[in-house]
């Protein structure tokens, strides 16, 4: 085991200075964003809430290293049921259809839609939610028949969720309008 590799086991934590020195390893040692996500896999399932965290506040700051590893993630979301996780997998995915949209192919893009929408309609926490939102939308931009789909379950929803909810729904709506 690595020492950056025994440090996200049993030291990193949701603490920014845990990320932050984390961070400072991760560039000294030039470990791929893909090794990163790989060690989710050993994880348990508190230390693979802080490395799905630590890969969020990565790919934040450092877009580019989300290269070649749009399906790693994209795999790991398809499992998940931890809200911690979701989202951050959503977070990321934001970043993926922000900077990355051209690079990713459709079956990609149909997969992160698939996952939004299952994440948005099966009651996940408004965090979680607002981040599909989000990635529905940009998404909306290349596959049509989004939008639709998106404005129902934002006129079905929107009067039962919470405030956060509700603003991003809106911000969603007026530029559709």
């Known amino acids: 085991m690595s020492t950056f590799e025994h ?3 049993h030291q990193l934590t949701f603490a920014l200075s845990t ?3 984390a961070k400072e390893m991760y560039f000294e040692q030039h470990i791929s964003i893909l090794d990163v996500i790989e060690t ?4 348990t399932p508190q230390q693979k809430c802080y490395i799905l965290c630590f890969c969020d506040t990565i790919t934040r700051e450092y877009p580019s290293e989300l290269n070649n590893a749009y399906k790693a993630i994209i795999d790991i979301a398809k499992d998940e049921t931890h809200e911690s996780n979701k989202r951050s997998i959503t977070n990321i ?10 690079k990713l192919n459709s079956l990609e893009k149909e997969e992160i839609t698939n996952i939004c929408f299952q994440w948005l309609i099966d009651n996940s926490l408004v965090a979680t939610q607002s981040n599909c939102l989000t990635c529905l939308d ?3 931009k290349e596959i049509d028949w989004i939008n639709e789909e998106l404005e129902q379950i934002i006129d079905k929803m929107y009067y039962t969720k919470s405030v956060a909810f509700q603003s991003r729904a809106m911000k969603i709506l007026k530029k559709r309008r």
């Open 7 to 9: 440090f996200l086991f």
């Open 19 to 21: 990320r932050n020195k």
């Open 40 to 43: 989710v896999h050993k994880a």
């Open 93 to 102: 995915f934001i970043t993926l259809l922000k900077k990355h949209f051209t």
């Open 138 to 140: 940009l998404l909306s």
